[in-house]
């Protein structure tokens, strides 16, 4: 069955980097699309970046344009957000997502999220 | 970039009722994009319908979403216990949600 399985969240001051990692399995990782998602406390969901199956073709929100980094392994069946210069309203659960049909951002499988907390 | 608004914020509504949630987006858009999820307390989202009208594997048939252009519409048709949730409309970035309680 598919999994998505996030790591890498936890506690980082205002202004520092934190990577998070999703390793995913139960399908054939190098064909899907794959975006992150986050959620703030309390709060609705948010897009934050997506890669096409290749890794040649990615995509960010305003708000983490030039402060985020999304990349992938298929080797290793991995998807990663690279997160720097890390704020305040950057704190959130960030679910690792698989797209439906590719290029779309409809999601059909979610992971279970790694919370994100920015704070001196 | 397109802006989706989701109406009413709140919905209160009695098990086996019916419940009509609306997402008009700013601009006309394909509605091949245009999904709809649920969330529970402490959960993920789930898929619930894509492209507007396709109900996604193992949702059951009281769910159903239609609409084109700026403006559409998930339909619950009675409400169950476990339908009391929060839903998300999308089409790349997400509308703000509706939450669906108990009367």
């Given at each position: 069955?598919?999994?998505?399985?996030?790591?890498?969240?936890?506690?980082?001051?205002?202004?520092?980097?934190?990577?998070?990692?999703?390793?995913?399995?139960?399908?054939?990782?190098?064909?899907?699309?794959?975006?992150?998602?986050?959620?703030?406390?309390?709060?609705?969901?948010?897009?934050?970046?997506?890669?096409?199956?290749?890794?040649?073709?990615?995509?960010?929100?305003?708000?983490?344009?030039?402060?985020?980094?999304?990349?992938?392994?298929?080797?290793?069946?991995?998807?990663?957000?690279?997160?720097?210069?890390?704020?305040?309203e950057?704190?959130?659960?960030?679910?690792?997502?698989?797209?439906?049909?590719?290029?779309?951002?409809?999601?059909?499988?979610?992971?279970?999220?790694?919370?994100?907390?920015?704070?001196? | 970039?397109?802006?989706?608004?989701?109406?009413?914020?709140?919905?209160?509504?009695?098990?086996?009722?019916?419940?009509?949630?609306?997402?008009?987006?700013?601009?006309?858009?394909?509605?091949?994009?245009?999904?709809?999820?649920?969330?529970?307390?402490?959960?993920?989202?789930?898929?619930?319908?894509?492209?507007?009208?396709?109900?996604a594997?193992?949702?059951?048939?009281?769910?159903?979403?239609?609409?084109?252009?700026?403006?559409?519409?998930?339909?619950?048709?009675?409400?169950?216990?476990?339908?009391?949730?929060?839903?998300?409309?999308?089409l790349?970035?997400?509308?703000?949600?509706?939450?669906?309680?108990?009367?």
């Amino acid at each position: 069955q598919v999994q998505l399985v996030e790591s890498g969240g936890g506690l980082v001051k205002p202004g520092g980097s934190l990577r998070l990692s999703c390793a995913a399995s139960g399908f054939t990782f190098s064909d899907y699309y794959m975006s992150w998602i986050r959620q703030a406390p309390g709060k609705g969901l948010e897009w934050v970046s997506y890669i096409s199956s290749s890794g040649s073709t990615i995509y960010y929100a305003d708000s983490v344009k030039g402060r985020f980094t999304i990349s992938r392994d298929n080797a290793k069946n991995s998807l990663y957000l690279q997160m720097n210069s890390l704020r305040a309203e950057d704190t959130a659960v960030y679910y690792c997502a698989r797209d439906l049909i590719t290029g779309t951002r409809v999601v059909d499988y979610w992971g279970q999220g790694t919370l994100v907390t920015v704070s001196s | 970039e397109i802006v989706l608004t989701q109406s009413p914020g709140t919905l209160s509504l009695s098990p086996g009722e019916r419940a009509t949630l609306s997402c008009r987006a700013s601009q006309s858009v394909s509605s091949s994009y245009l999904a709809w999820y649920q969330q529970k307390p402490g959960q993920a989202p789930r898929l619930l319908i894509y492209g507007a009208s396709s109900r996604a594997t193992g949702i059951p048939d009281r769910f159903s979403g239609s609409g084109s252009g700026t403006d559409f519409t998930l339909t619950i048709s009675r409400l169950e216990p476990e339908d009391f949730a929060v839903y998300y409309c999308q089409l790349g970035t997400f509308g703000q949600g509706t939450k669906v309680e108990i009367k």
